[in-house]
């Protein structure tokens, strides 16, 4: 009976980080109604990866290449600062909310592995 209690137990502190997720693929509570954002639809985590390797890269693809990359109506800015403005996107994007949400629910379920094998 304690086994069965310890695993509703863990269930439900699964379901209270899932509750408390933020991010791309979390609750829309975490939106700054007085704040500025851009939004973008991303199927699953595996799609919001594959964007980010893109955007990736594309900025080293920017650094390595000889050309120039830049828009002709933005002549003053250098790859270097379109580069920089890409990287900063990507920081935006990273999905840190769902690694540590992963993470968490990895350490949980290990937990209850261990002491089923115990058992």
Request: hydrophobic share 40%; aromatic share 6%.
């Amino acid at each position: 009976m304690k086994s069965k209690r310890q695993r509703l137990k863990t269930l439900e502190e699964i379901q209270q980080l899932r509750n408390n997720l933020s991010g791309l693929l979390g609750n829309k509570k975490s939106i700054d109604p007085n704040g500025n954002y851009v939004t973008f639809e991303v199927k699953d985590n595996n799609h919001l990866l594959t964007q980010i390797i893109s955007l990736l890269e594309v900025c080293v693809f920017a650094l390595d290449g000889d050309g120039m990359m830049l828009f002709p109506a933005n002549q003053n800015a250098s790859k270097e600062d379109s580069v920089i403005q890409v990287l900063e996107l990507v920081l935006s994007i990273l999905p840190d909310t769902q690694l540590y949400f992963m993470d968490k629910l990895d350490e949980k379920l290990s937990e209850l592995d261990n002491q089923k094998m115990n058992q």
